[in-house]
C-alpha cells in the first residue's frame, strides 16, 4: 500500500482528473471512481480505459457477486491495474439496492467470500475500503468482527477504514461524509490490534501535517474531497511524504503540461468542460483564483472551445503568483 492515495469519489476521480493529479505526483496511489460489476460485464462502454500516466493506480468495484468480482478482477489485471479495491463504504441507497457498499458490512462472510473469489485469480493486491461501522452497528467489537473474518477467511491484507461510521437510512451520501463524527483512535486501535495487516485511514484530512500524524500510527492515509478543491496539495506529495527529491512544480507549468493531453482529448471527441472542471480548484487561496475559476467555468463549455480558455484563465492570475 501506497503511504499516500487519492479517494476514488464518484463522478470526480474519473480518468481526466487522475491524469492532472498524477501531473503533480509521481507516488500517490490514485483510485478510479467506483464501477459496479453490472457496468463492467454487461455495459457498452469501457469501464476499465485509462491512460498509461496513470501508475500507480487501482480500481474500486462495486458489487457482491463472489464471480463477477473474480471476472472484473481478472480483466483489471489483464488491463494492467496495480490494485483492485471492493467499496465496503458507500452508503447511498442506489447502492444498498444493488447490494454492495457500506451494507456488506452487516455480511462479512460474503465479503471474505468475495475477496477470496478475486485473490483465487489475480496477483496484485485486492483490498477493501470500509467505515467504522453501520447505523446500529457501531461497536469496536463489530468492526474488530469485520477485520478478522475479512482477513482470515478471505485472505486481504490491506483496508483503509473511513473513519466513520454510516448512516444506511436518514442520511444523503453527502451527509454521511459530514455528520457521523471522525473517529481516528478507532482505526489506530485496529491497526494495533492487527500488526500484520496494512491500515490506513481515510476521512477528514485535510492538510499534509495531518496526513503526516497519522502515518505516525498507521500505514497509510486516502485525502479525499481537500485533494479535488485543492488539488495543489498534491505537489507537494511526492518531497514531504515519500522523500523523493525532485523540485516543486509551478502551478501555472502543471497548466501547460496538460495542454497536450487535452488537445489530444478535444481531438478525440472530448469536451474541453469535462477536463477543466477538475482543474478549478489549482490556485486555491491565491490572488486571481476567483477570476480563473469564472473564466473556465463561463467560456470551457462553448462550442469549440480550445487550451486558449486555459490560456486566457492564466492572465488572469497576477504575474508574480504564476511563480508560485
Not at 458507500?90 to 454492495?100: A, E
Amino acid at each position: 500500500m501506497q503511504r499516500l492515495s487519492v479517494a476514488p469519489m464518484l463522478d470526480w476521480t474519473d480518468r481526466h482528473c487522475r491524469y492532472f493529479h498524477r501531473l503533480m505526483t509521481s507516488q500517490t496511489l490514485l483510485y478510479t471512481e467506483m464501477v459496479t460489476t453490472g457496468a463492467i460485464i454487461h455495459g457498452k462502454g469501457d469501464f476499465l480505459a485509462y491512460n498509461e500516466q496513470e501508475h500507480p493506480l487501482a480500481l474500486q468495484l462495486g458489487g457482491s457477486n463472489p464471480v463477477d468480482l473474480a471476472h472484473c478482477a481478472k480483466l483489471a489485471q489483464e488491463r494492467g491495474y496495480d490494485e483492485v479495491n471492493l467499496n465496503v463504504g458507500c452508503p447511498s441507497d442506489r447502492v444498498q439496492n444493488g447490494r454492495f457498499g457500506a451494507c456488506l458490512m452487516a455480511e462479512a462472510e460474503l465479503v471474505a467470500e468475495c475477496i477470496a473469489a478475486m485473490k483465487a485469480v489475480v496477483d496484485i493486491p485486492v483490498t477493501v475500503k470500509t467505515r467504522i461501522g453501520i447505523d446500529d452497528l457501531d461497536s469496536y467489537e463489530f468492526l474488530t468482527n469485520f477485520i478478522a473474518t475479512v482477513s482470515e477467511k478471505g485472505g486481504c491484507e490491506q483496508f483503509t477504514i473511513h473513519a466513520r461510521k454510516a448512516w444506511l437510512s436518514g442520511l444523503s451520501p453527502k451527509e454521511n461524509r459530514e455528520i457521523p463524527p471522525l473517529d481516528y483512535p478507532r482505526a489506530y486501535q485496529i491497526k494495533k490490534d492487527f500488526p500484520e495487516l496494512t491500515i490506513a485511514i481515510n476521512g477528514g484530512v485535510k492538510t499534509l501535517d495531518e496526513a503526516k500524524q497519522h502515518l505516525t500510527h498507521l500505514d497509510g492515509v486516502m485525502i479525499g474531497r481537500e485533494a479535488y478543491q485543492n488539488p495543489y496539495l498534491l505537489a507537494l506529495v511526492d518531497q514531504e511524504i515519500f522523500g523523493v527529491d525532485t523540485p516543486v512544480k509551478k502551478r501555472s507549468d502543471i497548466v501547460k503540461e496538460m495542454y497536450p493531453y487535452i488537445e489530444a482529448c478535444l481531438s478525440n471527441g472530448s469536451y474541453l468542460g469535462h477536463i477543466t472542471r477538475h482543474m478549478l480548484g489549482l490556485f486555491q487561496n491565491m490572488p486571481g483564483a476567483r477570476q480563473w475559476r469564472r473564466y473556465i467555468s463561463e467560456n470551457a463549455h462553448k462550442p469549440g472551445a480550445g487550451i486558449e480558455v486555459l490560456e486566457q484563465a492564466l492572465a488572469k492570475i497576477p504575474y508574480q503568483e504564476l511563480d508560485v
